[in-house]
């Protein structure tokens, strides 16, 4: 445990020291949300009805932004290798680094939510539930593409690769995720939902460790 | 007893074998000096009995026991350096090697430990500089001052005199001295000549796969 939490932290300090990195993703979040209603015009029902699935979209291009860099610094300067070679089992090592992505990427997207929702016009209410529904979803995000980022290690486009791998995997959060917040909205029930949503992330935190572990392996090799 | 031995060693890179029916062993406080020319296999030589590369053949066995058996058990025991020195230039040089400490408890021996590393490598006056500032030189210092703070008896050493002026190199002589002397092994791989005592020799391109014109057709 003292080995995941030491891994955690180191993880954090780097992220800490490369935070401008870090703004530049919400920057990124904000711009792309913020382009929709150019390209729509002054409509404001039609805004606040594909609210939900836009934020949610810039939301999942803003984590495969980040997702990139999640193994490819330590394996450009050899970190990796030390770290496969180390005491920690990757599979925790790959939780650990996730969960760092998660709080340094998809955490401020979903705190600079209300700021980008004025755009849109979203009530306070239905913000609160857009916020619940990225908060169950989208370690989900991080997870599937920490899968995405491991098996492209070593391309030369692992930068395009990824989003064409990871994608088509994002469709059922996406689904659900502007599903929930709508349905919220429109005053049915949300649970289910939220329920798959969670349900989700559940299993991808299962199944990601441990089929970026083997992707790894190969990596290194 | 040998400490460390590897029995009939075969690997293949990309479908190449790369070497094969390779032996060495090793007993306590011995060094083993890979050599041989560029593409011969010596790096992977390395990363095979750090267990980065698997073997096609062969067994590795360490203090009598297979390796395969249990890996983590032998990676605990080992201190690996590669050709990439590891090294994050937005961290310290202190909280890079802190890192990698994995032998003491408290902070306050740890932080002793590095010292007594960084000093050794005379990188002590650079404790708190950033790792972006070193030269090549020094970042390779820092890198092989994982092998003091690892306390590992097993350490793989991937061409470690490169980069390094001669005040340094003698350095790095004495603490390969130091390890044999306390127990430990080193394998390196090198093209200079390098005389240290308790030394053996494994020259990989009589290990090397001849391949006949005749069989690729």
């Known amino acids: ?221 | 007893m040998p400490l460390l031995q590897g029995h009939a060693l075969a690997c293949s890179r990309g479908g190449r074998e790369v070497f094969h029916d390779l032996t060495f062993s090793l007993e306590v406080g011995e060094t083993l000096l890979i050599t041989g020319a560029n593409g011969s296999g010596k790096s992977t030589l390395l990363r095979l009995i750090a267990g980065l590369v698997r073997a096609s053949e062969g067994t590795l066995s360490y203090q009598g026991n297979s390796v395969s058996d249990d890996r983590a058990a032998f990676q605990a025991d080992l201190c690996y350096i590669g050709h990439a020195d590891a090294l994050k230039n937005v961290l310290s040089v202190e909280e890079n090697l802190a890192f990698w400490d994995r032998s003491h408890s408290s902070f306050a021996e740890q932080g002793d430990s590095i010292a007594t590393a960084l000093e050794q490598l005379d990188l002590l006056a650079f404790r708190d500089v950033s790792t972006r500032l070193l030269s090549a030189g020094q970042r390779h210092r820092l890198a092989l001052a994982r092998l003091l703070v690892s306390s590992a008896s097993v350490w793989l050493l991937d061409e470690p005199s490169v980069a390094l002026d001669s005040t340094s190199q003698e350095k790095l002589f004495d603490i390969l001295k130091g390890h044999g002397n306390k127990g430990g092994i080193t394998l390196l791989t090198t093209h200079s000549e390098i005389d240290l005592p308790r030394c053996k020799r494994l020259t990989l391109d009589e290990f090397a796969v001849h391949h006949h014109p005749e069989l690729i057709w």
């Open chain 1, 1 to 221: 445990m003292s080995l995941f939490l030491r891994q955690i932290s180191r993880e954090l300090r780097l992220a800490f020291r490369q935070r401008a990195d870090l703004m530049l993703v919400v920057l990124f979040f904000a711009l792309v949300a913020a382009l929709f209603p150019f390209a729509i015009g002054p409509h404001s029902n039609l805004l606040i009805r594909i609210a939900p699935g836009v934020l949610w979209v810039a939301a999942m291009l803003s984590v495969l932004l980040s997702i990139e860099r999640l193994f490819l610094a330590d394996y450009e300067d050899g970190t990796l290798d030390l770290l496969v070679i180390g005491p920690l089992p990757l599979e925790l090592l790959i939780l650990a680094k996730t969960l760092v992505n998660w709080v340094t990427t998809a955490l401020p997207l979903i705190i600079a939510t209300p700021v980008v929702s004025v755009i849109y016009g979203l009530s306070g209410e239905a913000v609160g539930w857009l916020m619940l529904a990225m908060l169950l979803g989208t370690p989900s995000l991080s997870l599937t593409g920490a899968i995405g980022a491991a098996l492209t290690l070593g391309t030369r486009r692992g930068g395009i690769l990824i989003p064409l791998l990871v994608l088509p995997l994002y469709v059922p959060t996406l689904i659900f995720g502007a599903l929930g917040a709508e349905s919220a909205l429109a005053g049915l029930s949300a649970t289910p939902y939220f329920l798959l949503l969670g349900a989700i992330t559940l299993v991808m935190l299962f199944v990601a460790p441990l089929a970026a572990a083997a992707a790894l392996r190969q990596a290194v090799e």
